[in-house]
């Protein structure tokens, strides 16, 4: 069964960072793709960064730039590390995992930055 658990959320000051992180199992080799989205009030879920098996990377153009996402297969663990956050980053943002036949996320973390 896939389970991924987010962490790393919480209050920040605009301009500050934050580094999320998911844990997947059974591991993240299980997956051809693992992401990042983010769901703010009012609106729809959107893309943020995923990153791909190999290592391939595809970021929304409101983050490229300011967010990185990255993967450490030994911890079966994606980060996204998120600087020069701005109040219109908040949001719950919710981890993905992909491959045929398996479409599944995260129960979300919740962003939130101050202006």
């Known amino acids: 069964q896939v389970q991924l658990v987010e962490s790393g959320g919480g209050l920040v000051q605009a301009g500050g960072s934050l580094r999320l992180s998911c844990v997947a199992s059974?591991?993240?080799?299980?997956?051809?793709?693992m992401g990042w989205y983010r769901q703010a009030p009012g609106k729809q879920r959107e893309l943020v960064a995923t990153?791909?098996?190999?290592?391939?990377?595809v970021y929304a153009d409101f983050v490229k730039g300011r967010f990185t996402i990255s993967r450490d297969n030994a911890k079966n663990t994606v980060y996204l590390q998120m600087n020069r956050l701005k109040p219109e980053d908040t949001a719950v943002y919710y981890c993905?995992?992909?491959?045929?036949?398996?479409?599944?996320w995260g129960q979300g973390t919740q962003v939130a930055v101050s202006s």
């Open positions: 059974p591991n993240i080799f299980s997956f051809n793709s």
């Open positions: 993905n995992a992909w491959r045929i036949g398996v479409d599944s």
């Open positions: 990153i791909a098996g190999g290592g391939s990377t």
